[in-house]
């Protein structure tokens, strides 16, 4: 299995509808962190979290929420989705601070907003 | 200007060739560096990181770092058409929570 799970793959949905991406680790890391990826753009940060009490706004929030269900469960939800949220979204984890600590991404979430 | 910027490319090797791939960051306290690769569609891969100037060599892959110049660079000896990806460099902070900053990367072709 994978250290980082996300779900679903691959996902169209219509405008206006709240959808929720799902993410699982088992790397047991305490950081967790969600991206989107756009074509010329590359990887912007969405929100991410230290723990299950901590979580932060990264540089492009609006239009998302979080929750931290569990130190492994991390959920990214477009509350009112519209087409430029279409897009790559990918989970990744960390282990807590540290500079040699990279990050670990999981397969990545392709969401298609029609 | 970004914090962290690479050559969109693509950049164009033959098979069994060196490709050398750049990155400059402007935060003069960043404190360690890393590569990824990304195939497309695909989630990105850890290469390496580098943390200390001059040269981190780990199979065909050799890391290149010169904080003064704040420039580091992949080197991809006897380049295969399996490396053939986007390559994303990424710049860890010593401020705040460390967070990593990476660039839109650099795509290589490798041409049998």
């Known amino acids: 299995d994978a250290d980082v799970t996300q779900t679903p793959r691959n996902r169209i949905t219509k405008t206006g509808k709240r959808i929720m991406l799902e993410c699982s680790q088992t790397?047991?890391?305490?950081?967790m962190y969600w991206y989107r990826q756009d074509p010329g753009l590359g990887l912007q940060l969405i929100y991410y979290?230290?723990?299950?009490?901590?979580?932060n706004k990264g540089e492009i929030s609006d239009g998302y929420s979080v929750s931290r269900q569990a130190q492994a469960k991390f959920s990214l939800s477009l509350e009112s989705a519209i087409p430029n949220q279409t897009a790559l979204y990918f989970c990744a984890t960390s282990e807590r601070g540290g500079p040699l600590s990279g990050y670990t991404f999981g397969s990545g979430t392709r969401l298609t907003v029609v | 200007q970004k914090e962290v910027e690479q050559n969109s490319g693509p950049l164009s090797v033959p098979e069994g060739a060196i490709a050398s791939l750049n990155c400059t960051y402007s935060?003069?306290?960043?404190?360690?560096f890393f590569w990824y690769r990304q195939y497309s569609g695909k989630s990105p891969e850890l290469i390496m990181f580098i943390y200390s100037n001059g040269d981190k060599e780990d199979g065909r892959f050799t890391a290149q770092l010169n904080k003064a110049s704040q420039y580091v660079s992949l080197l991809i000896r006897d380049s295969q058409p399996s490396d053939s990806a986007t390559y994303l460099c990424a710049v860890k902070r010593n401020t705040g929570f460390q967070k990593l900053v990476f660039g839109t990367g650099t795509r290589l072709l490798v041409s049998p």
């Open positions: 935060d003069r306290g960043s404190q360690s």
């Open positions: 790397k047991g890391h305490d950081r």
């Open positions: 979290s230290f723990d299950v009490k901590d979580i």
